[in-house]
């Protein structure tokens, strides 16, 4: 996400789950490693769908990663009505009073309405560190890997200093079996 001010870097992680095949291992350990990289974690939980084991099961991993920020984005908020948008804030809120998660933000989103997407990106960007711009459409290995950077829009290295985040979404079927 480029603006004026800021390059925000988002990676979205394959789903964490239990493993049966040597590739779902590889992919669990890729889910990690990215966690282990990035400098702020967005777990998303959409507000249509009630949590489930698979959502525990992720947040119960997230409880374990101490030192990085985590926000709670709640997404589809336009599928729902005002009561059980409500409902949902209030059950991710206790997830993360029940697991040790002191979650920097809990933000309703739709990106299908629009709705809150610039909020999301505003408390996304004081928790991310100041780094080198990168230039647009050729991010290095630490970008892929979830730094994101405050950019020029020039894509000049004299640019503003830059940020970035990764996502994960909540555990849906087959996704994170308790």
């Known amino acids: 996400m480029h603006r004026p001010d800021s390059q925000l870097i988002l990676v979205d992680t394959p789903g964490l ?62 599928l729902v009505d005002s009561k059980a948008l409500a409902e949902q804030l209030i059950a991710v809120d206790q997830l993360g009073r029940e697991l040790g998660i002191t979650w920097a933000e809990i933000v309703p989103v739709s990106a299908t309405a629009g709705k809150q997407v610039d909020l999301l990106a505003d408390l996304l960007i004081p928790l991310l560190p100041e780094a080198r711009a990168l230039p647009r459409g050729r991010p290095d290995r630490r970008a892929r890997a979830g730094h994101g950077r405050r950019a020029d829009p020039g894509g000049g290295a004299g640019g503003r200093p830059g940020r970035a985040a990764a996502l994960h979404r909540g555990g849906r079927r087959g996704d994170a079996a308790a």
């Open 17 to 78: 789950h239990k493993p049966r095949t040597l590739l779902g291992e590889r992919l669990n350990d890729v889910v990690r490693t990215t966690w282990a990289e990035v400098d702020v974690i967005g777990f998303c939980l959409p507000a249509n769908e009630k949590i489930g084991p698979g959502d525990r099961f992720i947040a119960k991993e997230l409880a374990g990663i101490r030192k990085t920020p985590k926000i709670a984005i709640v997404t589809k908020t336009d």
